[in-house]
């Protein structure tokens, strides 16, 4: 999936950006829509720059009809196709709006397949920079997660990124310090810690001193 980044307006966060997807032509096989937590990548059109970001919500979704969403006809067109005697080609292509949190500014290598640099944000991409999904090697990398290979941080995993299947181990000396897991009410810290204290069972219990 592919998006590009839409018109700033003045009181836009600073570390935010709007972006747009559109759906092929109707024929065509659509993508997957981005989810929300998802990780992407966008290129500077006038720089060449990379950013790495990260969805904020799920999308809003417009039809190219431009429908207006107070108008008679609008709503009798939603009648007609939730009674049956409209079909629904009318939504067959839409686009799709995005709020993107920028996270790190990178800098490639001269080979440009390998991140080098990792900073704050300090730029923005400018009005109608290029963006897609960012790979397994891009969100390792801009994380600074390690790859999981290897018996002792298969035994350390805690989790897995949001929207990507990718492992999030914890190296094994944190476990013998004091751990804090802070955030807001359901965003996830008890079950970060049963996963800490499943993942570190698990390992004893494959232990050849268990």
């Known amino acids: 999936m592919h998006f590009i980044t839409w018109i700033d307006e003045q009181g836009t966060p600073a570390t935010e950006v709007e972006a747009l997807s559109f759906d092929g032509e109707k024929t065509s096989i659509p993508e997957p829509l981005i989810d929300a937590g998802q990780f992407v990548m ?16 799920p999308q809003r979704n417009f039809s190219h009809m431009a429908l207006a969403r107070g108008s008679s006809s609008t709503v009798s067109s939603f009648q007609g196709i939730l009674e049956g005697w409209l079909d629904n080609s009318l939504f067959a292509r839409q686009f799709h709006y995005y709020r993107v949190q920028l996270l790190r500014q990178i800098t490639l290598s ?34 600074g ?43 996830g810290k008890s079950n970060t810690l049963a996963n800490f204290s499943e993942s570190r069972i698990g390992a004893e219990d494959e232990s050849e001193y268990s």
Request: proline share 4%; charged share 20%; net charge negative.
């Open 110 to 143: 001269a080979e440009g397949d390998a991140i080098s640099e990792l900073r704050a944000v300090t730029r923005r991409p400018v009005d109608g920079s290029l963006g897609r999904r960012a790979d397994e090697h891009e969100v390792l990398g801009c994380l």
């Open 145 to 187: 997660l390690p790859a999981v290979e290897g018996e002792q941080l298969k035994n350390n995993l805690v989790g897995f990124t949001h929207g990507m299947p990718i492992s999030v181990p914890v190296n094994e000396n944190t476990f013998f310090y004091h751990i804090l897991a802070a955030g807001a009410t359901g965003s």
């Open 42 to 57: 966008i290129q500077c059109s006038k720089s060449g720059d990379w950013w790495f970001g990260q969805i904020k919500e």
